[in-house]
């Protein structure tokens, strides 16, 4: 089994490495060089060497207390160091260095060889931090917390069970709803990057999946009240609605059509059904993430869809876990992963409801995309009455959005 999510999850694994491993890299170095004027310096002091203590007490301070000032900084810079209190460590090393300003300042020093060499220091200090700790760049002011770009304002409709659907909302023309796959949401996946191109032509609709994001998750779940949820989008727009789906989410805007919703057109990309002849495990992996999810083992369940479901490489799962902000991601929506499974109806196609499709379809696959992706989506193609298919050349599961918005385009408004 191959999905948006895997392929998501792929891209953002290699890119995330390339940009985390650097990143990692040049906060280690900057870190590095801070640390090792840190450590000359609190040594200097707890030895008494003599160079180190006529420049201390040329800053005022006495020879009595070189000593103790020595093993603060040593200790601070100890706290800096070890990646639990890293955080506090700089924060004290910011006091010290503050000190060493003022103390500058105060026998008047030049200002940019001595007054401000400790900011320079701090600088380094913050600096290496910050590249090496995701968790601490969250906090910082500008930060989206999922897809590194600032985060639109987020509206709310409400499903017909009271839940809230969160949602973002770009761009001018008619409506159109991406619907994402597995494990994706506002903040992780491909939705944002379709959404800037397709905003020229479309008013487009990203939304949190129900379990995800900013939405609600009121239980009972069943598939009917995600499509109930496209149909509070759809009430939202105040027309019929164009809808745009990957993976499960292809599936699932499908089930929509088949509902009767006010659906204009649905573009499909890669709805895995690929237990078509039932001898993949399908049924089984439903009540196995039931039950990872059930013993709260959230990253048993993402495992187990990576590896058993997806089919991954076992290095690229254990490449997840040593990147944080993937795995946090990934785990934060879990719970949602037998949601997707019950949309795909034990991933088979579910023929007697497609049938009753009105509305155009188009469904489409890559030429490069898994074999068995690619003969589910000519079977939904078969299935729904007038439907087409649509080959993109060099595309995997993986679709680049400058690759799939064009014939998207072109389908929905022709």
Same mark, same amino acid.
């Given at each position: 089994?191959?999905?948006?999510?895997?392929?998501?999850?792929?891209?953002?694994?290699?890119? +995330?490495?390339?940009?985390?491993?650097?990143?990692l890299w040049t906060g280690r170095a900057l870190s590095?060089?801070?640390?090792?004027?840190?450590?000359?310096?609190?040594?200097?002091?707890?030895? *008494?060497?003599?160079?180190?203590?006529?420049?201390?007490?040329?800053?005022?301070?006495?020879?009595?207390?070189?000593?103790?000032?020595?093993?603060?900084?040593?200790?601070?810079?100890?706290?800096?160091?070890?990646?639990?209190?890293?955080?506090?460590?700089?924060?004290?090393?910011?006091?010290?260095?503050?000190?060493?300003?003022?103390?500058?300042?105060r026998v008047g020093n030049p200002l940019f060889t001595?007054?401000?060499?400790?900011?320079?220091?701090?600088?380094?200090?913050?600096?290496?931090?910050?590249?090496?700790?995701?968790?601490?760049?969250?906090?910082?002011?500008?930060?989206?917390?999922?897809?590194?770009?600032?985060?639109?304002?987020?509206?709310?409709?409400?499903?017909?069970?009271?839940?809230?659907?969160?949602?973002?909302?770009?761009?001018?023309?008619?409506?159109?709803?991406?619907?994402?796959?597995?494990?994706?949401?506002? +903040?992780?996946?491909?939705?944002?990057?379709?959404?800037?191109?397709?905003?020229?032509?479309?008013?487009?609709?990203?939304?949190?999946?129900?379990?995800?994001?900013?939405?609600?998750?009121? *239980?009972?779940?069943?598939?009917?009240?995600?499509?109930?949820?496209?149909?509070?989008?759809?009430?939202?727009?105040?027309?019929?609605?164009?809808?745009?789906?990957?993976?499960?989410?292809?599936?699932?805007?499908?089930?929509?059509?088949?509902?009767?919703?006010?659906?204009?057109?649905?573009?499909?990309?890669?709805?895995?059904?690929?237990?078509?002849?039932?001898?993949?495990?399908?049924?089984?992996?439903?009540?196995?993430? *039931?039950?990872?999810?059930?013993?709260?083992?959230?990253?048993?369940?993402?495992?187990?869809?990576?590896?058993?479901?997806?089919?991954?490489?076992?290095?690229?799962?254990?490449?997840?876990?040593?990147?944080?902000?993937?795995?946090?991601?990934?785990?934060?929506?879990?719970?949602?992963?037998?949601?997707?499974?019950?949309?795909?109806?034990?991933?088979?196609?579910?023929?007697?409801?497609?049938?009753?499709?009105?509305?155009?379809?188009?469904?489409?696959?890559?030429?490069?995309?898994?074999?068995?992706? *690619?003969?589910?989506?000519?079977?939904?193609?078969?299935?729904?009455?007038?439907?087409?298919?649509?080959?993109?050349?060099?595309?995997?599961?993986?679709?680049?959005?400058?690759?799939?918005?064009?014939?998207?385009?072109?389908?929905?408004?022709?």
């Amino acid at each position: 089994m191959h999905t948006t999510t895997q392929s998501q999850v792929f891209t953002r694994v290699t890119e +995330s490495s390339r940009e985390s491993r650097a990143g990692l890299w040049t906060g280690r170095a900057l870190s590095t060089i801070a640390v090792l004027f840190l450590i000359f310096d609190s040594v200097g002091k707890l030895l *008494q060497v003599e160079p180190v203590i006529e420049g201390t007490v040329a800053l005022g301070y006495p020879v009595s207390v070189i000593f103790g000032l020595g093993m603060m900084l040593a200790l601070c810079t100890a706290a800096y160091v070890v990646p639990t209190t890293s955080v506090l460590g700089a924060v004290l090393l910011t006091g010290y260095l503050g000190g060493a300003v003022a103390a500058h300042v105060r026998v008047g020093n030049p200002l940019f060889t001595h007054v401000l060499f400790p900011i320079y220091l701090a600088s380094l200090l913050w600096g290496g931090l910050l590249l090496r700790s995701p968790r601490l760049r969250v906090v910082m002011p500008g930060h989206a917390g999922g897809a590194g770009e600032p985060m639109d304002t987020v509206i709310e409709a409400t499903s017909r069970d009271g839940t809230t659907i969160a949602y973002e909302r770009s761009g001018r023309g008619p409506s159109l709803v991406i619907v994402d796959g597995a494990l994706c949401s506002r +903040s992780f996946g491909p939705s944002a990057g379709l959404a800037k191109l397709l905003a020229p032509h479309f008013t487009v609709f990203r939304y949190d999946r129900r379990g995800r994001g900013a939405s609600g998750d009121t *239980q009972p779940y069943a598939r009917e009240r995600e499509v109930e949820d496209i149909a509070a989008l759809i009430r939202e727009a105040g027309e019929p609605v164009y809808l745009l789906g990957l993976s499960s989410g292809a599936a699932l805007a499908l089930e929509a059509a088949a509902s009767g919703l006010e659906v204009r057109k649905v573009f499909a990309y890669e709805p895995p059904y690929v237990d078509e002849d039932g001898e993949g495990g399908g049924s089984a992996h439903l009540t196995r993430l *039931q039950a990872l999810v059930r013993d709260d083992d959230r990253g048993g369940a993402v495992t187990y869809f990576m590896k058993d479901m997806v089919k991954a490489p076992a290095p690229v799962v254990f490449i997840m876990w040593l990147i944080p902000g993937v795995w946090r991601q990934t785990k934060a929506v879990a719970h949602t992963l037998p949601y997707d499974a019950t949309v795909m109806s034990e991933f088979r196609v579910p023929r007697a409801r497609f049938r009753t499709i009105t509305v155009p379809v188009m469904a489409a696959s890559g030429s490069k995309t898994d074999p068995r992706l *690619q003969r589910s989506t000519r079977t939904v193609a078969d299935t729904v009455r007038g439907a087409r298919h649509l080959t993109l050349p060099g595309q995997t599961h993986n679709v680049k959005p400058a690759a799939l918005v064009p014939p998207v385009v072109d389908f929905f408004l022709s």
